[in-house]
């Protein structure tokens, strides 16, 4: 059973470009989760989604990102217009369920702007 | 507003010790605990998980106890080896699906 899968692994992009960050979890579960995970500071939390819904944005800034978890294929995060501010680790997570399950990460996406 | 805090914040011990680390949370309402290692430039490795009914969960040199009425968790980490050094953070859930993250304990384990 592979486990949380993301691509690309590292991700380049030039102020005002955008980026997409895909999450593929793991089989069977469909709760995904994005944390991001900025230089010297801790993992926060950004959305949860299940199948075609978005559960919870709290944590996502209001303007530039967003995030779909899409019937088929995977999980997407987009941010439109990167800024340096965006360099960061993006982590996403994959659950069977919500309620009292592990969250399992996959290898997260490393996103440096230039 | 729930937060997370990890102490200490870097820890360095010699080859074969027996260690504690150290976490603690401001609202004991939660679901569970996790602890999770993180080595540099990798994704977390979840370690354990104790539900909030739950007293310590055990997986090989590691034991994890909790104790929600006074929002504390610790993680003994027993026969240390340098193969533990990393990273390990320490993630509530509260109420909803996302993890509220401490700022980690930088673990080093000497040879």
């Known amino acids: 059973n592979a486990g949380v899968m993301q691509n690309p692994r590292h991700l380049v992009r030039r102020r005002g470009q955008e980026a997409r960050l895909r999450c593929s979890p793991m089989?069977?579960?469909?709760?995904v989760y994005w944390y991001r995970q900025l230089p010297e500071e801790g993992l926060k939390f950004m959305v949860y989604l299940q199948k075609e819904n978005i559960i919870d944005e709290s944590g996502m800034p209001k303007e530039r990102f967003s995030a779909e978890f899409p019937k088929e294929g995977p999980s997407i995060l987009r941010i439109q217009q990167v800024v340096r501010g965006d360099s960061a680790a993006y982590f996403c997570?994959?659950?069977?369920?919500?309620?009292?399950?592990?969250?399992?990460f996959g290898p997260g996406t490393r996103l440096t702007v230039l | 507003k729930q937060e997370v805090t990890q102490i200490p914040a870097a820890l360095s011990v010699p080859e074969g010790e027996n260690l504690v680390l150290n976490c603690s949370f401001t609202d004991s309402a939660i679901y569970n605990l996790q602890w999770f290692r993180q080595d540099p430039g990798k994704g977390l490795t979840s370690l354990l998980l104790?539900?909030?009914?739950?007293r310590e969960q055990t997986s090989g040199r590691l034991n994890a106890s909790l104790d929600k009425s006074s929002g504390r968790s610790t993680l003994y980490i027993a026969a240390s080896q340098p193969g533990d050094s990393a990273t390990y953070l320490c993630?509530?859930?509260?109420?909803?699906?996302?993890?509220?993250f401490g700022q980690g304990t930088e673990l080093s384990v000497k040879p």
């Open positions: 089989k069977g579960h469909s709760h």
């Open positions: 993630a509530v859930r509260p109420q909803g699906g996302k993890l509220i």
């Open positions: 104790i539900q909030s009914s739950q």
């Open positions: 997570a994959s659950s069977p369920r919500n309620d009292y399950n592990e969250q399992f």
